[in-house]
């Protein structure tokens, strides 16, 4: 009996299991979502060159209803909590900084209507400004933020290496104050090229780069600091004009866009307080206009500072400056616009051109020392800031000159496309002649049509040329300048 009751009880166990097994109702399972990976993008140390890759008229992605997806909220920019230190080389580079502070160098008085406490000290030279912003901005001596012209970052670059400084705004261009004196070459030259240069690395820079393009071998030209010298490259005092330069070859005047003046500060400080810099660059906007507006009056204001000097010296300086506006920036950033010669491509140029000539013996960095964040921020903030930007000047007409011969060897057209390209932005009140050895005219037109758009070039920038072929060039190129 005992055992039939045992076996009963087994079997009912048994049904029960094979019921459950094949009968019961199985819920899916959902395996859990892979955490995402976090985008390059969102990086908070995003290279330079991504940033001014990112396009201001790009539209946030569109949601499932159809309607645009709001962006993520960006992180908050910790606040300076003290006046933020500019210095520059000289009164003029800074004079927007002090026509924003109303006539001030301390923190009295707010940047503008920018809301940032900023006090603003010109600096003797390039070595104090090294002192300066190796100090840091928390010292009394110390700086946060130098103006300076870009040559002096790339000629200091590998002292200041550990800064990690970084270009985030070109306040101007040098207009006439660097001169090439000496006659233009006009073959391939055969023996070592001696070059008189200056104090200033502004100067040796614009003599590198007109001798690089003339087609001079950067390997056999011979820097000095007096003496004779078939080339002679000096930045000028404006008010010492009277004295009239012999056989001037080429200046910034010419050469307009080769010479940039940039605002330079750490990574470390762009990251951490974006916020002050884009107020910063705000400020000097509006300086820079009011300065534009009224040259003499706020020449007179600068002067009444202490150690500023006399208005009619600073009027001088000014002259021979050229501000760039928030527009232009967007433009030298890449954040739009397609110029031959935006910031990346002239510091990396200017990084060749200083190995080439054995100034430096380090290459290139492989990250360029540039941050489009701050100008890209202000831009997305104040976009009534942007205004149409206009041609320095129509191009040369009438009876023209060459400037500058340069030869492209090789049959090769993108190469002649991108000098051209480089020489139209480098002097923009020249017209460039293309010629093209072994093109008929028709095909030489095209070729500058296309030149033409991919550079954003006016059409009367550029021309078919005729001159006559030298050597082996297959293309020559000459910047046409009035006579």
Do not use: C
């Not at 940033?51 to 569109?62: D, G, H, Y």
């Not at 002292?159 to 400084?165: F, N, Q, S, V, W």
């Not at 400020?283 to 003499?296: E, R």
């Amino acid at each position: 009996m005992r055992q039939t009751v045992v076996t009963v009880v087994l079997v009912a166990l048994l049904g029960a299991l094979v019921w459950g097994v094949f009968f019961r109702v199985r819920a899916p399972h959902t395996m859990p979502a892979a955490a995402p990976e976090p985008s390059a993008s969102a990086s908070a140390s995003a290279s330079a060159s991504a940033s001014a890759a990112a396009s201001l008229s790009a539209t946030p992605p569109a949601s499932a209803s159809g309607a645009a997806a709001p962006p993520p909220p960006a992180p908050k920019a910790a606040a300076l909590g003290r006046p933020l230190r500019l210095v520059g080389m000289g009164w003029d580079l800074l004079a927007p900084a002090f026509v924003a502070a109303g006539g001030t160098q301390t923190k009295d008085q707010a940047f503008g209507d920018a809301k940032l406490d900023a006090i603003v000290s010109p600096l003797d030279g390039f070595e104090a400004v090294e002192r300066a912003l190796a100090r840091g901005g928390g010292d009394e001596g110390g700086a946060d933020v130098a103006i300076i012209p870009l040559p002096e970052l790339i000629a200091s670059y590998d002292k200041l290496r550990a800064l990690d400084l970084r270009v985030f705004f070109v306040t101007g261009w040098s207009r006439g104050r660097e001169v090439l004196s000496g006659a233009p070459p006009t073959g391939v030259l055969g023996a070592d090229v001696e070059v008189r240069v200056g104090s200033t690395h502004a100067a040796t820079f614009l003599a590198l780069f007109v001798l690089d393009t003339s087609g001079v071998s950067l390997e056999r030209v011979r820097l000095s600091d007096g003496g004779k010298a078939r080339f002679a490259a000096i930045s000028r005092d404006p008010q010492k004009s009277a004295a009239v330069q012999e056989n001037v070859w080429v200046t910034t005047m010419d050469a307009a866009r080769v010479v940039p003046f940039v605002a330079v500060a750490s990574g470390g400080l762009l990251e951490k307080h974006r916020d002050s810099f884009i107020a910063l660059v705000k400020g000097w906007l509006s300086g820079a206009q009011a300065l534009a507006k009224d040259p003499p009056g706020s020449a007179r204001v600068i002067a009444a500072l202490d150690g500023a000097p006399e208005p009619i010296a600073l009027l001088a300086w000014l002259g021979e400056q050229e501000s760039a506006t928030l527009t232009e920036n967007a433009e030298l950033f890449r954040l739009s616009g397609r110029g031959a010669l935006a910031l990346d491509a002239l510091l990396a140029h200017g990084f060749g051109l200083w190995r080439s000539a054995k100034l430096s013996t380090s290459p290139a960095p492989d990250v360029l020392p540039l941050d489009a964040r701050v100008v890209e921020g202000l831009v997305r903030k104040e976009p009534n800031l942007l205004r149409p930007t206009t041609p320095v000047s129509k191009s040369a007409e009438g009876d023209t000159r060459a400037l500058l011969v340069s030869r492209v060897a090789q049959a090769d057209e993108e190469e002649a496309s991108a000098r051209a390209g480089l020489l139209a932005a480098a002097f923009p009140r020249a017209t460039i002649a293309v010629s093209a050895h072994q093109k008929s005219k028709k095909d030489a037109a095209a070729l500058l049509e296309r030149i033409t758009l991919r550079y954003g070039l006016d059409a009367h920038r550029l021309r078919v040329g005729g001159a006559a072929r030298a050597g082996a060039a297959q293309f020559t190129l000459e910047v046409l300048v009035p006579k």
